[in-house]
């Protein structure tokens, strides 16, 4: 049999491996994504890429301008921080504070249920009864558009927001809040000059996280944003975010065609964004994690 | 016990794959080529290898222009196209010795579809082109309400969306503001919800909740798309190498059987009969 001295070694490298095996998928994904995508940037020049708006990869001769679906994908984000940001930070703060503690056992894990509802009960519920509601409130053609988009990624990133918040809040130690009251403060006073200022970047963090979930989203916007490669001037138009075009069009392009390319040049640029929302998060996250220990 | 078992049928599956390898590869044919005629030769394909045990036949996609440049090079036994054959390409298979022949295996229609509430009975295909292109924007040109067009298409990739732009849009770029969705389904999903919404599907998707236009004051059916008089229409095809012979030649026979019809059928196209 083997001693223990090999299968100690075993183990640790055993280990090492499964340690290792996201850092090498998140890798492969990169690979895979630029040798795929790349060869469009060269072709159609990534200026053009990027900030023309005719999104015509079939037609000959073709158009691969992305502006308009980038300008969505934002646009949508923004809109669904409009709506999920005071409700999520809101009931973080009515959690953490207000609510009594055997409620708030309740409470947490049911919000945190919605983020595990499939994206595709979201869509439907979006298409079927808030997007007619919406065409109905408007007097729209269609409730297919930006604002149903929006108000259905703000319900999704709410879990996100709220649970990240509440934590942010929660952390903040308790003699913050003692020394606050015991200076005079109301409760509000408190919590508007000392709780929230304290916690806030890690609600920023949460709020990033959230962001990413968004913009990411993918059936749900295919569902319910209208998909037309409009730009998005005005919120109750349709609109057809970056991830609806990938999901929609990927099955049918030819592999290795410019069409194949320019989905994902899309995915790189859609890659880059989360990414660049992951290192933001991160950097408010650290910030937070020195101010909550004192420093 | 349950290791017996288990034992016992990994056994017999390395039996019943050892079996099958000797039978296979005896006899086999290779399809490639649209999209569009995919799903018929895959579940012809499907259906003509249970029937004949032993004969293997492969499918793969690709696209029309694909499926003939492989067949003039000879790599494959059949391709599948949406369209007729280019000049361009009868030229470079003769110089590569190889004699394109076609076979209309079926017909592909498109339906207009709108909200059954209305009004509008009929649209020329120039006033499809006004519409798919932004040009007219409201039912009233129509005759139909003041109301404004929610003008819905396939996404830009389907087969359906070029059947439709090469014959109603001759080509032109379609109307940014136009709604794109990735299915025929949810095409029809949306025109039934919508009351100012235009649409097309297959003919297949039309129901109660959606209502056909005429175009060019033909109404969609199976037999005014097999008989040509619908516009929105196309033939679909497979070309051989010369006339076939062989298998190849049984599985055109098969696909223009009966039979093999009904599964155009089954798939969504019209049959030839």
Request: glycine share 16%; proline share 12%; net charge negative.
């Given at each position: 049999m083997l001693n223990w001295k090999t299968k100690e070694k075993v183990i640790k490298n055993t280990l090492l491996f499964f340690a290792f095996s996201s850092i090498l998928f998140l890798a492969g994904i990169i690979v895979v994504l630029f040798n795929e995508g790349a060869p469009i940037f060269a072709k159609v020049g990534i200026f053009k890429f990027m900030f023309?708006?005719?999104?015509?990869?079939?037609?000959?001769?073709a158009g691969f301008g992305i502006y308009n679906l980038l300008a969505a994908s934002i646009v949508v984000t923004i809109g669904a921080m409009v709506f999920a940001v005071p409700f999520g930070v809101a009931s973080a703060v009515y959690i953490s504070y207000i609510l009594p503690k055997r409620f708030k056992n309740i409470v947490k894990p049911t919000i945190e249920m919605l983020a595990g509802v499939p994206s595709v009960i979201y869509g439907l519920f979006g298409m079927k009864i808030l997007s007619p509601y919406i065409k109905e409130l408007f007097g729209?053609?269609?409730?297919?558009n930006a604002l149903t988009a929006m108000i259905m990624l703000g319900i999704m990133a709410l879990p996100t927001i709220v649970s990240l918040s509440e934590d942010a809040i929660t952390a903040v130690p308790k003699s913050f809040r003692d020394a606050s009251l015991a200076l005079g403060g109301t409760r509000l006073e408190t919590m508007v000059r000392v709780i929230l200022p304290t916690a806030s970047s890690g609600i920023v963090t949460a709020i990033i996280l959230g962001m990413g979930r968004a913009i990411g989203e993918t059936m749900t916007v295919l569902m319910v944003?209208?998909?037309?490669?409009?730009?998005?001037?005005?919120?109750l138009k349709p609109v057809r975010p970056m991830t609806a075009t990938i999901a929609a069009e990927m099955?049918?392009?030819?592999?290795?065609?410019d069409h194949y390319q320019a989905l994902f040049g899309i995915a790189i640029i859609l890659f880059i964004i989360t990414l660049i929302f992951n290192i933001f998060a991160d950097m408010a996250q650290q910030r937070f994690k020195k101010k909550v220990s004192g420093e | 016990m349950s290791k017996i078992n288990s034992f016992a049928v990994v056994m017999a599956l390395l039996l019943v794959a050892v079996m099958s390898l000797g039978v296979m590869a005896e006899d086999s044919l290779v399809i490639q080529g649209s999209s569009t005629v995919l799903p018929i030769a895959q579940k012809a394909a499907e259906v003509y290898m249970e029937k004949n045990p032993g004969v293997n036949i492969s499918v793969r996609g690709g696209g029309s222009g694909n499926g003939i440049a492989a067949l003039i090079d000879g790599a494959v036994d059949i391709a599948d196209s949406s369209r007729f054959i280019k000049e361009k390409e009868v030229n470079a298979a003769v110089k590569n010795g190889i004699f394109p022949v076609p076979h209309r295996i079926a017909m592909d229609g498109i339906a207009v579809v709108i909200n059954p509430?209305?009004?509008?009975?009929e649209l020329s295909l120039e006033d499809l082109k006004n519409i798919y292109t932004g040009k007219v924007t409201n039912w009233k040109e129509f005759g139909g309400k003041d109301m404004e067009i929610v003008v819905v298409s396939r996404d830009s990739s389907s087969g359906t969306f070029e059947v439709f732009n090469d014959i109603a849009l001759g080509g032109e770029r379609l109307f940014q503001g136009a709604l794109l969705q990735a299915s025929n389904g949810a095409v029809a999903g949306v025109v039934a919800d919508t009351e100012g919404a235009i649409g097309y599907v297959g003919l297949?998707?039309?129901?109660?909740s959606l209502k056909a236009v005429k175009v060019n004051g033909v109404a969609p059916s199976n037999a005014t798309v097999a008989s040509g008089e619908f516009p929105i229409a196309r033939p679909l095809f497979m070309f051989t190498d010369g006339w076939p012979e062989g298998l190849t030649a049984k599985f055109i026979n098969f696909v223009l059987s009966k039979d093999g019809q009904k599964l155009v059928k089954d798939q969504g196209f019209v049959p030839l009969y």
């Open positions: 023309t708006g005719d999104w015509y990869p079939t037609y000959d001769p729209l053609p269609t409730g297919l944003a209208g998909g037309a490669s409009l730009f998005p001037s005005n919120i099955g049918e392009a030819p592999v290795g065609s | 509430a209305n009004s509008v009975e297949g998707y039309l129901s109660e």
